[in-house]
């Protein structure tokens, strides 16, 4: 006889929540500090490089980067995903000095997509590293998300 394996899980009330959490004000939300520069090491520039974890306005000129209004003719506009530079566009939005401040501006990606591929796809990598949620997030989220039930 096997024997099965269950899961046990924790489940949340949102009114028991509720009663506990602490509720943010904007004084609270000021004294929240923006994130330190993350320090990488790039293997084919042989040299550190900072890059910053983006915030809201960051990520709103790397979308204006990224997309372009194209008439239809008709009056109508649609948004398109432009295709050129992407890697690059990316890293001059996180890329910066040892105190978080951005090295370039944003249209200024040009001047990164002259490096060799091999810097790109690195750089790139770098600041999508700098920019993932961490594992101890996605540990919360997953234990937020679960039940106190068993499951199969």
Avoid at 74 to 103: T, Y
Avoid at 123 to 150: F, G, H, I, P, W
Wanted: hydrophobic share 35%; proline share 4%.
């Amino acid at each position: 006889m096997t024997e099965e394996k269950k899961t046990v899980v924790t489940e949340i009330n949102p009114a028991e929540v509720a009663v506990s959490t602490p509720v943010f004000g904007r004084a609270d939300l000021d004294k929240i500090p923006s994130p330190k520069p993350i320090k990488k090491y790039i293997e084919s520039l042989k040299a550190f490089v900072y890059f910053r974890q983006i915030n809201g306005k960051d990520l709103e000129d790397y979308e204006h980067l990224i997309t372009k209004l194209v008439d239809q003719g008709d009056g109508n506009m649609i948004i398109e995903q432009r295709q050129d530079s992407l890697r690059a566009k990316w890293i001059v939005i996180c890329l910066c000095n040892e105190k978080g401040v951005q090295e370039y501006k944003p249209e200024e990606f040009a001047l990164l997509d002259r490096l060799e591929a091999g810097v790109i796809k690195e750089m790139y990598d770098a600041a999508q590293d700098a920019n993932s949620v961490a594992k101890e997030a996605l540990e919360r989220a997953r234990k937020n998300l679960s039940t106190e039930k068993e499951v199969d």
